[in-house]
C-alpha cells in the first residue's frame, strides 16, 4: 500500500501562478522529500524536511510539514512553463529505511 | 561528475524471457535501490544492495533479483517476465552507507522495459 498520497492528481495553471499540492501519509516519518520527474525521465530531488522540522524554503519551492495531521505541502511560487513535471513525494520511515513514494500530482502550466 | 547511469535505456522482451538491467551509481555513493514505475504510477521499492548484500526489499516476488558489485554498480534481474513487468526501471544511489542514509535519493533515466 502507497505510504504518500499526493493531492490533487492533477493540476493545470497559468504562468506566473503559484501551485499548491499536498501529501498525506499515515505512519511517522524520519522526513519526507519531494521529487519532480520530466515525462519519462528518472526523478530529481527537490528539497528534504525532518520531521521535526515544520517549514523549509528553497529558492521558489516552500516546503510545510504537519506531522499532527500527517501531511506536507509544496508550492511552487511564481510558476514558469518550464515548471511542468509530475511531483512526487516520499517518506523515510527510519534512517537507512526506503523511500515509499505516493502516485503524484502532475503539473501543467501554461505560458 | 558522472551521475547514476543506466543501461539499456529501452528494451523490448517477450513474455517468458529473461532480462538484466544495470546501474552505476554516482561517484561516492554505495548504496543502490531498484524501483519499478508503471504508467502513471509512482515508483515502487524493489530492493536495496549495500555491501553487496540485499538489505531491504519490496513486496515483488522471487522472479526479481539483484546484484552488487564491489564496485558499488548494480544489476536487477527479472525471471519468467510477464505483461505486468513493463514499466519504468529505475535505479537510485545514495552515500554514507544505508545505515546513515537519510534517503535523498539520486536517480538515473531508467531503462523502458515493454513486455509483449
Known amino acids: 500500500s502507497q505510504q504518500g498520497e499526493e493531492d490533487p492528481q492533477a493540476l493545470s495553471i497559468q504562468e506566473g501562478e503559484n501551485a499548491t499540492m499536498n501529501c498525506s501519509y499515515k505512519?511517522?516519518?524520519?522526513?519526507l522529500q519531494w521529487y519532480r520527474q520530466n515525462s519519462g525521465r528518472g526523478l530529481v530531488h527537490l528539497i528534504l524536511?525532518?520531521?521535526?522540522?515544520r517549514e523549509k524554503h528553497s529558492g521558489r519551492l516552500r516546503v510545510t510539514l504537519d506531522t499532527s495531521k500527517k501531511s506536507s505541502s509544496l508550492l511552487i511560487t511564481a510558476s514558469r512553463a518550464a515548471d511542468t513535471a509530475s511531483y512526487f513525494c516520499?517518506?523515510?520511515?527510519?534512517?537507512?529505511?526506503?523511500?515509499?513514494f505516493g502516485d503524484g500530482t502532475t503539473l501543467t502550466v501554461k505560458p | 561528475d558522472a551521475g547514476v547511469t543506466q543501461s539499456p535505456t529501452h528494451l523490448i522482451k517477450t513474455r517468458g524471457q529473461q532480462v538484466t538491467l544495470r546501474c552505476s551509481p554516482k561517484s561516492g555513493h554505495d548504496t543502490v535501490s531498484w524501483y519499478q514505475q508503471a504508467l502513471g504510477q509512482g515508483p515502487q521499492f524493489i530492493f536495496q544492495?549495500?555491501?553487496?548484500?540485499?538489505?531491504q526489499r519490496g513486496n515483488f516476488p522471487d522472479r526479481f533479483s539483484g546484484h552488487q558489485f564491489p564496485n558499488y554498480s548494480s544489476e536487477l534481474n527479472v525471471n519468467a517476465l510477464l505483461l505486468g513487468d513493463s514499466a519504468l526501471y529505475l535505479c537510485a544511489s545514495s552515500p554514507g552507507g544505508y545505515r546513515a542514509n537519510t534517503g535523498e535519493l539520486f536517480f538515473g533515466e531508467g531503462s523502458r522495459l515493454t513486455v509483449l
Open positions: 505512519t511517522s516519518i524520519n522526513n
Open positions: 524536511i525532518r520531521s521535526n522540522e
Open positions: 516520499a517518506t523515510v520511515v527510519s534512517n537507512a529505511g526506503k523511500s515509499t
Open positions: 544492495y549495500y555491501e553487496e548484500e540485499e538489505r
